[in-house]
């Protein structure tokens, strides 16, 4: 799986139903549509894509999803170039922030690190992220994402391959969209509070402010195990539990229950 840049400048295009759009991803779990792939016809089915806003007022990461196409050619985006045709990928985001009224990843935080390494004022869509530079940008995506009240999507662990989110595993990445959507959390953690399930750890105790609030939030459910019927309660199938015991719990074929991994590690 390779990591590629896709770009939005509004000067350009005007995306008239983002709002729908954004709503679209929080009710049903992602956004079908299709996106110039600029000059590049290498991406392929299952490559992880993020989307750039352009422009020198709000730049920065304001989305992320996986092509679900193989690069074709269509008719020219940009309705002053009818005779024209421009090259596309199929995309399917599973996070889509409205630049207008959420805060977005900024461009000026990308330049430090490997992601400095990056050519973050591209002007076409598909530029490639290096191979040592994705890591880092899905670290800080997940972290932004985190501040603004969402749960990370998953641990690496918990949906199997990218191949299988286009192969009847979509529901599996819709329950997880819901883990970590404010309102499932907000419930979750209003009735069970922010100590780990697993070993009582208190986030705000231990790094005071800073930590007020962090926990991740744990299917009690395997991702794998859900079906077509299964319905979100954040009561009665998530709890809080710290990075720490949510990566040793999916550690291995076989999840542990929270019992499980209380008793081993008592």
């Not at 899905?138 to 969402?150: C, I, Y």
């Not at 599996?172 to 069970?192: L, N, Q, T």
């Amino acid at each position: 799986m390779q990591t590629y840049l896709l770009t939005w400048k509004p000067t350009r295009w005007h995306w008239d139903n983002l709002t729908d759009n954004v709503r679209e991803v929080e009710t049903r779990g992602y956004y079908d549509s299709r996106w110039s792939s600029g000059g590049t016809k290498r991406i392929v089915t299952g490559d992880r894509v993020f989307l750039l806003r352009q422009g020198s007022d709000r730049a920065g990461i304001m989305g992320s999803g996986w092509a679900t196409s193989e690069v074709f050619e269509d008719a020219h985006f940009d309705e002053n170039r009818p005779d024209d045709t421009a090259l596309y990928i199929g995309a399917r985001f599973d996070t889509l922030l409205d630049p207008d009224t959420t805060e977005i990843l900024r461009r000026v935080d990308l330049r430090s690190g490997r992601l400095a390494r990056v050519n973050w004022n591209t002007q076409a869509s598909g530029i490639s992220i290096p191979p040592e530079a994705a890591p880092e940008l899905e670290a800080r995506w997940a972290a932004h994402l985190s501040q603004l009240g969402h749960e990370p999507l998953s641990l690496p662990d918990e949906v199997p391959a990218p191949e299988a989110y286009f192969e009847g595993a979509t529901r599996m990445v819709s329950v997880s969209i819901y883990e970590r959507s404010p309102r499932a959390r907000e419930k979750c953690i209003e009735h069970y509070g922010v100590r780990c399930s697993v070993c009582e750890f208190d986030f705000e105790a231990s790094y005071g402010e800073r930590g007020r609030g962090f926990i991740h939030v744990h299917h009690l459910i395997p991702l794998a195990d859900i079906g077509h019927k299964y319905r979100l309660d954040p009561i009665a199938h998530l709890r809080p539990i710290c990075p720490n015991c949510h990566a040793m719990i999916h550690r291995g074929s076989k999840p542990l229950t929270i019992e499980a991994l209380r008793k081993h590690l008592q």
